[in-house]
C-alpha cells in the first residue's frame, strides 16, 4: 500500500532564506506526483506536477524534483517570502485510470518577516 | 462561477444525526470528487463522479457515506448517523475531464468543516 510522508511537519524562516521541503513515497509505481498549497480555511491549489518520466519542474521560484528510484521529491522555495506562508502538501497518483491520488500529511511553512 | 463552491463552510452537529455536504463544481467540469482531511492526517479520497456515475466508489469509509451526483453538476455527500471520527473537513474538486495521465488539474473547493459533538 502507497504511503506518503512528508517532513518537516512544520517550518518557520526568516524571510528571504531558500528552502526544501521532502516527500517520500513508499511504491516508485507512480504516474505522477503533485505538490499542493493550501491556505488556512480554502482549498488545495496546484503548484507544480511532474510526471513519473520527468525529473524535475519549475515555477518561478518554486522547483520540485523527483526521484522515483529512491522514492524522493523536493520542494525548492527561492527567496521565501510571508506570502509564502501556507501548508504544501504532496500527492502521489498510483494509476492512470481510477483517481486514486495518495496524499501526504503536508507541511506547514511559515515565513517570518 | 469562478470556482467549486461548498456548502455550509462549517458544521456542527450532534452524533448519530444525519448531515448532507454540498459541492458545486466549476460550470463543465464533467468529473468531481470527495476527500476528506482529518486534522493531522493527508487528504483521503472518498470518491469520484464522471458526470452523474461514480465508478469508483472505493474509498467511502463506511455505509453511512453516500453521495449522489445530479444533472451533471452539483453533487450531495451524504453521512448517516455520524460518529465523532466523522468529525474532519470534507473537500469537493472538479476538472474538466477525468485525471487523464493527470493532465487535467482539479480545482478543489473551500472545504466544509465538520464537527461531531
Known amino acids: 500500500k502507497q504511503e506518503v510522508t512528508q517532513i518537516p511537519a512544520a517550518l518557520s524562516v526568516p524571510e528571504g532564506e531558500n528552502l526544501v521541503l521532502n516527500c517520500s513515497f513508499t511504491?516508485?509505481?507512480?504516474?505522477?506526483l503533485q505538490w499542493f498549497r493550501q491556505d488556512p480555511g480554502k482549498g488545495l491549489t496546484s503548484l507544480l506536477l511532474i510526471q513519473s518520466s520527468q525529473r524535475e519542474q519549475t515555477s518561478g521560484r518554486l522547483n520540485a524534483s523527483l526521484d522515483k528510484s529512491s522514492g524522493r521529491s523536493t520542494l525548492y522555495i527561492a527567496a521565501s517570502q510571508p506570502g509564502d506562508s501556507a501548508t504544501y502538501l504532496c500527492?502521489?497518483?498510483?494509476?492512470?485510470?481510477?483517481?486514486?491520488?495518495?496524499f501526504g500529511p503536508g507541511t506547514r511553512l511559515s515565513v517570518l518577516p | 462561477g469562478a470556482g467549486v463552491s461548498q456548502s455550509p463552510s462549517n458544521k456542527v452537529t450532534e452524533k448519530g444525526k444525519d448531515v448532507e455536504l454540498r459541492c458545486d463544481p466549476i460550470?463543465?467540469?464533467?468529473?468531481l470528487y470527495w476527500y476528506r482531511q482529518s486534522l493531522g492526517q493527508g487528504l483521503e479520497f472518498l470518491i469520484y463522479?464522471?458526470?452523474?456515475?461514480?465508478?469508483?466508489k472505493s474509498g467511502l469509509p463506511s455505509d453511512r457515506f453516500s453521495a449522489e451526483r445530479t444533472g451533471g453538476s452539483v453533487s450531495t455527500l451524504t453521512i448517516q448517523r455520524t460518529q465523532q471520527e466523522d468529525s474532519a473537513v470534507y473537500l469537493c474538486?472538479?476538472?474538466?475531464?477525468?485525471?487523464?495521465?493527470?493532465?487535467?488539474?482539479?480545482?478543489f473547493g473551500p472545504g466544509t468543516r465538520l464537527t461531531v459533538l
Open positions: 460550470s463543465g467540469h464533467t468529473a
Open positions: 474538486a472538479s476538472s474538466r475531464l477525468p485525471l487523464s495521465g493527470g493532465i487535467n488539474e482539479q480545482f
Open positions: 463522479f464522471q458526470g452523474n456515475s461514480a465508478p469508483d
Open positions: 511504491d516508485s509505481a507512480i504516474y505522477n
Open positions: 500527492a502521489v497518483r498510483v494509476d492512470n485510470y481510477g483517481q486514486n491520488f495518495v
